[in-house]
DNA sequence: CCATCTTTTGAGAGTTACTGTCATTTGACA
DNA sequence: TGTCAAATGACAGTAACTCTCAAAAGATGG
């Protein structure tokens, strides 16, 4: 094999997988593996914060970085993975699998999904807010999101099939897990474009309350 | 200006809004950019057919179609739009629109979704077939889909937003939108899958069921 | 510490989607 | 028929990728 994975994050616990997941011993070569993705990825924010998405070039991001444009290439299949890609899927499919059993799916989402966000708003508010400012206002970027692995829609789905213990999702699987997906893509989207100042978990709370009810207050 | 538009739809009545685009009067100017478009996308589907989507270059297209690829660019902003752009926006629009008023939201939706599949299957069927299917296979495509106008979400956002009477959308109106929206985009996508087999209104009820309920059933 | 093997990196050439400009052609219209 | 605006083609350029190959650097066994 010729490339650095593109960080396979490593199978985390229920208890706190994002803490989990930056611990863990390094070997010398993964270490620098990891801080050049760190170096790229901060010198691109730079960049990008100063002159805007669409005027950063790969080139001037991998000068920025000092690797050379094949390397950036390496670490960042695409220049739009730099803003979309996640390391953290499979900690909030196993956060809607930890659930317990009987719980209405819905509601397993919802208290997933608050759960993760408490997490990721500790660690990294600034960068998540600005990610997601940017996954709003570039075009390229919003178009993209949906087809990276990182969408909740996908999420959902495996988190669905999974509970229901099958290997093909139904149709209705396939339905819910587009609209509960869509709508949490969506309120993440409100919260960032407010600054994230409103209250994010009240936000997910009005946000299921519809799902819930069946959107009759349309 | 230097460009032809792409194709501005002429603002359809609610009678038969896609039968009233297939008419009016063209002068010769007109007929012969209608006939470009539709050769070069033609020669598009056939070559894409035969090759596949990312193995069709616009240069082959143009070629084909006896343009030159500066023309191609004047028809189709991006090599993406030869599959995504859809004339009949505006048609269902209207048709949420001007179902009764006292009529709850989603069952609007769902059969001014009915009314419009019904016509587009009776007049390009194959075609809508074609362009559904590559938009599930080709990973560009898929992603691009989500940005462009003609996305569910955003006609759904406008219709919500028009019924109101309201200028700007509020945060309920935001995730309803968001949820139909991609429950729409993955029912159709689920009959292309199935080859265009099944009945696509029993699809369309069985996904708006799943909405209503509150997705009680998972 | 050294030799060897594997992974990572950089250099460079090539492809393709797209942009912008400008001169030429072609339909519209009086 | 002459004039104007719209449509086209040729051409040059940019930037995101892809591929290949050789050099550099960490891992590993002695």
Redesign the interface.
């Known amino acids: 094999m010729n490339a650095p994975q593109s960080a396979t994050a490593p199978p985390a616990g229920p208890g706190n997988p994002i803490q989990a997941m930056l611990e863990a011993p390094l070997s010398l070569r993964e270490r620098k593996k990891l801080k050049t993705r760190q170096t790229i990825r901060r010198e691109a924010y730079r960049l990008i914060a100063e002159q805007g998405y669409e005027n950063t070039t790969v080139d001037q991001i991998a000068a920025a970085a000092e690797v050379s444009p094949s390397t950036f290439f390496r670490y960042f299949a695409t220049k739009e993975d730099l803003v979309l890609t996640d390391e953290y899927d499979p900690a909030m499919i196993d956060a809607v699998l930890s659930r317990p059993a009987g719980e ?3 509601r397993s989402c919802r208290e997933a999904l608050i759960g993760l966000l408490r997490q990721l708003l500790e660690h990294e508010r600034e960068e998540l807010l600005v990610r997601l400012r940017l996954t709003k206002d570039v ?2 970027l ?7 692995g990182n969408e909740p ?1 996908r999420l959902y789905l495996t988190a ?1 099939t999974r509970r229901a213990g099958v290997r093909e999702p139904t ?6 897990a ?6 949490t ?3 993440v989207l ?1 919260w960032a474009e407010g600054g994230g100042t409103e209250d994010i978990a009240e ?1 997910v709370h ?2 299921f309350a ?9």
Chains 1, 2 share one sequence.
């Open positions: 209405p799916f819905l075009p390229a919003r178009a993209r999101m949906i087809d990276t829609q669905l149709y209705a699987m396939r339905i819910t587009a609209a509960i997906g869509a709508a893509t969506e309120t409100q936000l009005r946000t519809i799902l819930e009810d069946g959107f009759s207050g349309s």
